[in-house]
């Protein structure tokens, strides 16, 4: 059974940065995209970045480009989402997911297998 495992949530100020973390088997690692998505209190769940298999393609939600920079880390099968410049618009569940996706269907949740349990992230003013 696939699992994805995130950490890295928790309560910050406005203007931090934070780091959240995915960490999977190395089969799910070496074949699959990574994306993440967040979902916040009343909102639809949308799309913040993704990476391809091989690091070599990547692609944010314009909301966040800029400020979040997604990496993958072979050697530890783990996917990291680098949040800087936080605000409190980008509080939220984030969810870390594993699938075929490529450039083209980064954004969409369909693209994607597996997903983690979630991690809370809260930005405060």
């Known amino acids: 059974q696939v699992q994805l495992v995130e950490s890295g949530g928790g309560l910050v100020q406005a203007g931090d940065s934070l780091r959240l973390s995915c960490a999977t088997s190395?089969?799910?690692?070496?074949?699959?995209?990574m994306g993440w998505f967040r979902q916040a209190p009343g909102k639809e769940r949308e799309f913040v970045g993704a990476?391809?298999?091989?690091?070599?393609?990547?692609d944010y939600a314009d909301s966040v480009k800029g400020r979040f920079t997604i990496s993958r880390d072979k050697d530890k099968n783990t996917v990291y989402l680098q949040m800087n410049s936080l605000n409190i618009e980008d509080t939220a569940v984030y969810y870390c997911?594993?699938?075929?996706?490529?450039?083209?269907?980064?954004?969409?949740?369909?693209?994607?297998?597996?997903w983690g349990q979630g991690t809370q992230v809260t930005v405060s003013s």
């Open positions: 990476i391809n298999w091989d690091g070599r393609s990547t």
């Open positions: 997911a594993a699938g075929p996706a490529d450039y083209m269907s980064f954004a969409r949740s369909v693209s994607y297998l597996y």
């Open positions: 190395e089969r799910t690692f070496s074949w699959y995209s």
